[in-house]
């Protein structure tokens, strides 16, 4: 099979995986070096497909052929789809030529299951070690890691590579029996676990080899079962806290050819996706608990965003003073995010703030305004409900995704 | 008035700030031109000579942004700047920050500057030159690009860092810059014939390319939206992948988002495999 014909097929099977991303690897120059390749702690999105998506890495299988027959995914051994194995010398060499035109910042590279883990595991580390020993590739590098194989083989993986990630998949462990059986929530978190300690022995130590510079990543598929986004948020909490993962993706179900009857056949739950993804980083960028965001129900809103939610819901905090409030504080106001946040402690060093330093940064005063006290502001009071400002601050829904579908 | 010209060059317009503050002439009395004269009102006074009795201290971030600040290509490029020179200059530090209505603005500019390198470092495209050619040019990829905002100098040292000992070069409608695995050559003004080359480098290689992007695109999550806002449309007559667009917009709108996969994949022939020792082992 020609190396086109390949790509299209490992291409098509391996964009179910949200990230892309290439950030958080270390500083590495080729600058007058032979070799190729640099990062420094920054991503690079080369381009977005009509999905909205970033293209960072080329983001390919080095097979199709599976063994596993998880239900939610396209290349499970009972789907009917064309299979293609590409040699690792034929990943390097389109990762290399897409590097060499800018096209991307460096390699995430998945597989299907074929023979064993340990075999499988050994062919994605074989790609690594091929393009950072024999070609001084120094681009990001992104592995799969099956979560059966040897951990010595994951070591070896993440030595090599910028960021390891292994797949919890689906939420539960109830969801995972049912719809991936040869998969076990027991081995994935042991895969967990294997890199976060490869990461904590050399944490500290500079002069250590790298471990995961950019740490470890996983993705759970939301809207394949029934799980709600309490469950998936505390979850992730305990994913972040357990394993110091540096990011948890959250896939929604894109419905697959030859779908079986376990799985929906639905369009991807996109706004779902989007408020995990806002909740998500309150947790990780604002001292949000999941406990904190989900109080009265068990999944998100879906017409407003979670921190309006939260300041909704918590009404006593506010209004808060933008001249007196603690930063942490501040970041809790919505449609005040955390680099107007920066700017706000900043200027009041110098200056009170007042009402039209909010415009002038623009932050989003429809949503800030019945939290906020300025030098010259402050709600009209009898103050509104919380029930009406809801009704004024929701945001206009997408028509659902019918029509199209008979 | 005075009107100056600094050739859009920030050394000559700070020499030339330098002295107006020394003496001490407030931004609405000068007027910087960007190309022709474009004041009719401007009559020209010149530049007062010597440095000016007026020592003013600015702390050094302020020179840093102002210099990054300068790479915006607009209206009032210049005279904004001493604006804000004069202001903190004169003790009022709010015109940098962005609460300000002027610091807003610079801010903005400074934002603007940096994502349009950001643009460079993402949608750039280099062409692979032939070998032959590229022995005789001494060149091994070559891009067309076109910035909004005079990043090229300031930003392409980012492809040296990437592309190790690889001799290439950029192109812009104004200016370029090549590297010969050693030393960068910028020039203000781009050689006509760096610009032939860069612009008419045949590129049969792109097509590996295009077959990935159209097989990474997933037509169930369509949102052509969230692709213009983060890679507006006047960068994609200038990436091999932007044709492609509209087509791919096009056939997920005609009802092809039922599931993610291409149509291309859909049309070739599945295999189920049995599950085996042996099995699954595919060529």
């Given at each position: 099979m020609q190396l086109i014909a390949k790509l299209g097929i490992l291409a098509d099977a391996a964009k179910y995986d949200a990230s892309c991303a290439s950030s958080g690897a270390p500083k590495r120059s080729s600058r007058g070096r032979d070799g190729l390749g640099a990062t420094n702690g920054m991503g690079i999105c080369h381009s977005y497909t009509p999905d909205g998506r970033c293209v960072s890495l080329l983001k390919v299988l080095l097979t199709n052929f599976c063994l596993y027959d998880c239900q939610y995914c396209v290349n499970r051994r009972s789907s009917n789809v064309p299979r293609a194995r590409f040699t690792p010398e034929e990943v390097v060499r389109l990762t290399l030529d897409f590097y060499r035109r800018n096209c991307i910042s460096g390699l995430f590279l998945s597989s299907g299951i074929i023979r064993s883990a340990d075999y499988t595991m050994e062919q994605l580390v074989q790609v690594a070690r091929l393009l950072r020993e024999e070609h001084n590739f120094r681009g990001y590098i992104h592995l799969k890691t099956i979560p059966d194989a040897d951990p010595l083989l994951i070591e070896e993986a993440g030595r090599l590579a910028d960021r390891l990630s292994v797949n919890i998949e689906l939420p539960t462990e109830e969801g995972l029996q049912r719809l991936a059986p040869e998969k076990q929530v027991r081995t994935i978190r042991l895969a967990m676990g294997t890199i976060h300690r490869g990461q904590q022995a050399v944490a500290g130590e500079a002069r250590a080899p790298r471990f995961t510079p950019a740490g470890?990543?996983?993705?759970?598929?939301?809207?394949?079962?029934?799980?709600?986004?309490?469950?998936?948020?505390?979850?992730?909490?305990?994913?972040?806290?357990?394993?110091?993962?540096?990011?948890?993706?959250?896939?929604?179900?894109?419905?697959?050819?030859?779908?079986?009857?376990?799985?929906?056949?639905?369009?991807?739950?996109?706004?779902?996706?989007?408020?995990?993804?806002?909740?998500?980083?309150?947790?990780?960028?604002?001292?949000?608990?999941?406990?904190?965001?989900?109080?009265?129900?068990?999944?998100?809103?879906?017409?407003?965003?979670?921190?309006?939610?939260?300041?909704?819901?918590?009404?006593?905090?506010?209004?808060?003073?933008?001249?007196?409030?603690?930063?942490?504080?501040?970041?809790?106001?919505?449609?005040?995010?955390?680099?107007?946040?920066?700017?706000?402690?900043?200027?009041?060093?110098?200056?009170?703030?007042?009402?039209?330093?909010?415009?002038?940064?623009?932050?989003?005063?429809?949503?800030?305004?019945?939290?906020?006290?300025?030098?010259?502001?402050?709600?009209?009071?009898?103050?509104v409900r919380s029930s009406l400002l809801r009704a004024r601050l929701r945001e206009p829904q997408a028509p659902v995704q019918m029509g199209l579908w008979g | 008035m005075i009107a100056l010209d600094c050739d859009d060059q920030f050394a000559t317009w700070r020499e030339q700030a330098r002295v107006l503050l020394g003496h001490g002439i407030d931004p609405a009395e000068v007027t910087w031109t960007q190309g022709p004269m474009d004041d009719l009102l401007a009559v020209p006074a010149p530049l007062p000579a010597g440095p000016g009795p007026f020592r003013a201290r600015v702390p050094a971030v302020l020179l840093a942004q102002l210099e990054q600040a300068a790479r915006y290509c607009g209206e009032q490029r210049w005279s904004l700047l001493y604006e804000v020179l004069w202001r903190v200059a004169h003790g009022d530090r709010t015109a940098m920050l962005a609460g300000d209505r002027l610091g807003s603005e610079l801010q903005r500019r400074i934002k603007q500057v940096s994502r349009e390198a950001h643009h460079l470092h993402a949608f750039l495209r280099f062409v692979p030159l032939p070998a032959p050619l590229a022995e005789q040019l001494q060149l091994d990829l070559v891009a067309f690009h076109e910035p909004a905002h005079d990043i090229l100098e300031s930003a392409s040292g980012h492809f040296a860092e990437r592309l190790g000992r690889q001799r290439w070069l950029i192109a812009t409608s104004r200016d370029g810059i090549r590297y010969d695995g050693q030393t960068l050559d910028y020039r203000h003004t781009c050689p006509e014939q760096w610009r032939q080359w860069a612009q008419h480098a045949d590129d049969p290689g792109a097509e590996l390319w295009r077959t990935y992007y159209r097989h990474t695109f997933n037509p169930a999550r369509l949102n052509p939206d969230a692709l213009r806002q983060h890679m507006p449309g006047r960068f994609w007559r200038h990436l091999p992948e932007g044709e492609l667009i509209p087509r791919l917009v096009g056939l997920a709108r005609q009802g092809k988002q039922r599931d993610g996969q291409a149509q291309e994949v859909r049309a070739q022939g599945g295999k189920r495999i049995n599950k085996g020792p042996q099995q699954g082992r595919g060529h």
């Open positions: 470890q990543s996983t993705q759970m598929i939301v809207g394949a079962d029934a799980t709600d986004d309490r469950t998936i948020l505390r979850n992730a909490e305990s994913l972040y806290q357990g394993f110091a993962l540096k990011r948890v993706y959250y896939s929604a179900f894109s419905p697959i050819p030859d779908s079986p009857s376990s799985v929906p056949l639905a369009a991807p739950p996109l706004l779902r996706e989007h408020r995990l993804y806002q909740a998500d980083f309150l947790m990780r960028g604002y001292g949000y608990t999941a406990g904190e965001l989900l109080t009265e129900s068990s999944n998100l809103a879906l017409d407003i965003d979670p921190k309006l939610a939260w300041a909704l819901a918590n009404r006593e905090v506010f209004p808060l003073d933008l001249n007196r409030a603690e930063p942490a504080l501040l970041a809790r106001i919505p449609g005040i995010g955390l680099r107007s946040v920066q700017r706000l402690v900043a200027l009041r060093r110098e200056r009170r703030i007042r009402y039209d330093d909010l415009v002038q940064l623009r932050c989003v005063l429809d949503k800030a305004r019945p939290f906020i006290v300025t030098s010259d502001y402050r709600p009209p009071q009898g103050e | -």
